[in-house]
């Protein structure tokens, strides 16, 4: 079978681009597609202090320098959607929002997105006091009043690892008792998070930064305003699974794929890594993940792999 090329990777984040490095210096014709123009949700990082080799960098200039490097060995087409996969004998059809190419392998690497509040000021102040990660940008808000925002067991995580870096920490919960386990909870309490229940945020308001937010209460319909720096929203995450259901992929309970330790799904030539893969959401895991993937599709196209 005559391929457009030998490997499609699907998604140009952290994973996407350290997948099109590892295929491309391993001989394979690369091909990187994203619906916008790349780089993932590292975007939204301010700061990245915890990458190996840099320490502190912006998300922006660190995906850039990734996309940099990875267009060193694969043809990157931006503003380019990948609509759906079809399973060919001997390869992949990929369909396009603008054409169909036939590949060897394809890479999932289409990541997850943060689950929104969706109220006033959350899209505004991305970055500039509101965050969805306390693991990647907590340690800007070090002894300052923040905000988390949810219920499980990630949220009271995320405000027991702000605590413990010194922030002043408020969990707000819309119902009077949390769905996180109780020994967790419990942790929260001894370390000094504070609580506020039946509660929702209507608002996040400020000027060049976060300077508060607007809280209703679900039960007596008042309003309060709580002073804070930042805002912790940690509702949940929705992995972009669209093109792994169409396959036919295996996946967990929260709609993440299913891959072995070398990112092989349970269909023959598709790969795949990153976030959309599980929910630890770091750089780091991405870029290991997109590389062993990217090792193991070459085998699958018949090339030398150590794997």
């Given at each position: 079978m005559k391929y457009d090329y030998e490997i499609a990777v699907i998604g140009a984040g952290a994973a996407g681009y350290a997948a099109a490095i590892y295929a491309g210096r391993s001989g394979a014709s690369v091909v990187v597609f994203d619906k916008g123009m790349g780089g993932g949700l590292t975007m939204e990082a301010p700061k990245v202090e915890n990458y190996p080799g840099f320490k502190s960098i912006g998300g922006v200039e660190l995906m850039e320098k990734m996309k940099e490097?990875?267009?060193?060995?694969?043809?990157?087409?931006?503003?380019?959607?990948?609509?759906?996969?079809?399973?060919?004998?001997?390869?992949?059809?990929?369909?396009?929002?603008r054409q169909k190419y036939v590949v060897g392998a394809a890479i999932l690497c289409t990541g997850s997105e943060h689950r929104k509040l969706n109220v006033k000021g959350e899209k505004e102040f991305a970055g500039r006091g509101v965050s969805y990660c306390a693991t990647c940008d907590g340690f800007f808000f070090k002894g300052k009043k923040v905000a988390v925002v949810g219920g499980g067991n990630s949220a009271v995580i995320e405000a027991i690892y702000l605590r413990q870096i010194g922030c002043d920490v408020f969990v707000i919960h819309r119902r009077d008792e949390l769905r996180a386990e109780k020994a967790l909870e419990e942790e929260a309490k001894e370390k000094g998070v504070k609580f506020i229940w039946n509660s929702v945020v209507e608002e996040i308001f400020g000027k060049e930064m976060v300077e508060g937010i607007k809280i209703r209460d679900v039960k007596s319909d008042k309003e309060k305003i709580l002073e804070v720096s930042g805002v912790f929203i940690s509702i949940g995450e929705e992995p972009q699974n669209g093109l792994a259901k169409q396959l036919g992929l295996k996946l967990d309970e929260n709609g993440y794929i299913i891959v072995d330790e070398m990112g092989r799904t349970n269909v023959e030539r598709i790969f795949a890594a990153g976030d959309v893969t599980d929910g630890v959401r770091q750089i780091i895991t991405a870029c290991a993940g997109g590389a062993k993937a990217a090792l193991a599709a070459m085998k699958a196209i018949g090339k030398r792999s150590p794997f």
């Open positions: 490097h990875a267009m060193e060995y694969a043809e990157m087409k931006f503003g380019e959607e990948v609509k759906e996969l079809k399973l060919l004998n001997g390869g992949v059809e990929v369909i396009t929002s």
